[in-house]
């Protein structure tokens, strides 16, 4: 699969792994900052969602594909989900001191530094708000705002069913944000990396004065300094090329995978 690229580390494309779709937000930003480079994008939708698992399994399966990754010829990983990185990006690095190993954490930091005092909410998987990774995030920020994680299971699948609005999804986030008073809402951290596009949906509901953070742009600034810092970056000045694979046999999550990426009905966050 990454064969091709073998020969040459520095042309070796960035894999970017993630459960399933959400990985996507976070690889629009790598292809915006980064156009040059060459990226393999990974999908486990076979195995989704991941944020409803215990973190032994996500552990062992996110460890699994990274393992695939770096002996297939990947220069670098970004662990472009949230409850992955939370599972196994600690491992990961120790595992593989030399390639850079990029996670991403719910951008907790420029939602509270928006505003003084703000009112925050979080939305993540059960999994990434019950881990202690999250709760010492949350103890750096929690004297700086009035923080209220908010673990969304069942929303990542309409993500990955291609549903990024409609009346359904509509009702979905209603009930969810029902027990606030969204007057009082600051900013709203999207800590899943599916969750950015359904982020029109979002504003529908929690109105313009509600800010939303995501972590996919912080990801990508990483990346390249990580890159430039261990002389990975490429050189090229042309397009780089994407590949897309998944667990699901079917090509159907490969084909939102594109439209995510590139059509602009699906990337408009109006
Ligand atoms: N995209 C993943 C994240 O950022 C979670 C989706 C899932 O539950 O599999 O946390």
Redesign the pocket.
Request: glycine share 20%.
């Given at each position: 699969m990454l064969g091709n690229f073998k020969d040459s580390t520095i042309k070796a494309p960035i894999a970017v792994f993630?459960?399933?779709v959400?990985?996507i937000s976070v690889l629009r930003e790598l292809k915006a900052l980064m156009p040059w480079e060459n990226y393999y994008y990974y999908g486990d939708s076979a195995n989704?969602?991941?944020?409803?698992k215990a973190l032994e399994e996500v552990r062992e399966l996110t460890i699994g594909h990274v393992d695939r990754f770096i002996a297939q010829g990947a220069k670098a990983v970004v662990v472009a989900?949230?409850?992955a990185t939370t599972a196994a990006v600690r491992l990961l690095r120790q595992k593989y001191e030399d390639v850079p190993i990029i996670g991403?954490e719910p951008a907790l930091k420029p939602a509270v530094l928006s505003k003084k005092n703000p009112n925050v909410i979080v939305m993540?998987?059960p999994m990434?708000i019950r881990e202690e990774k999250f709760h010492n995030l949350m103890d750096r920020y929690i004297h700086m705002a009035h923080i209220i994680p908010l673990p969304c299971p069942g929303l990542?699948e309409y993500i990955e069913h291609g549903d990024v609005q409609g009346e359904e999804l509509e009702n979905f986030l209603e009930k969810l944000f029902e027990p606030f008073d969204k007057q009082k809402l600051d900013a709203v951290v999207l800590g899943?990396?599916?969750y950015p596009f359904v982020s029109r949906e979002l504003k529908n509901i929690l109105g313009e004065n509600v800010a939303l953070f995501d972590g996919g742009a912080g990801v990508a600034r990483e990346t390249k300094r990580q890159l430039i810092q261990k002389g990975l970056l490429s050189e090229s000045r042309e397009q780089g090329e994407i590949i897309f694979a998944n667990s699901e046999e079917s090509t159907e999550k490969i084909d939102l995978c594109r439209k995510l990426l590139y059509s602009r009905a699906y990337t408009e966050e109006g």
């Open positions: 993630d459960s399933g959400g990985g989704a969602p991941y944020g409803t989900c949230n409850t991403i993540a998987t990434t990542m899943c990396t599916h």
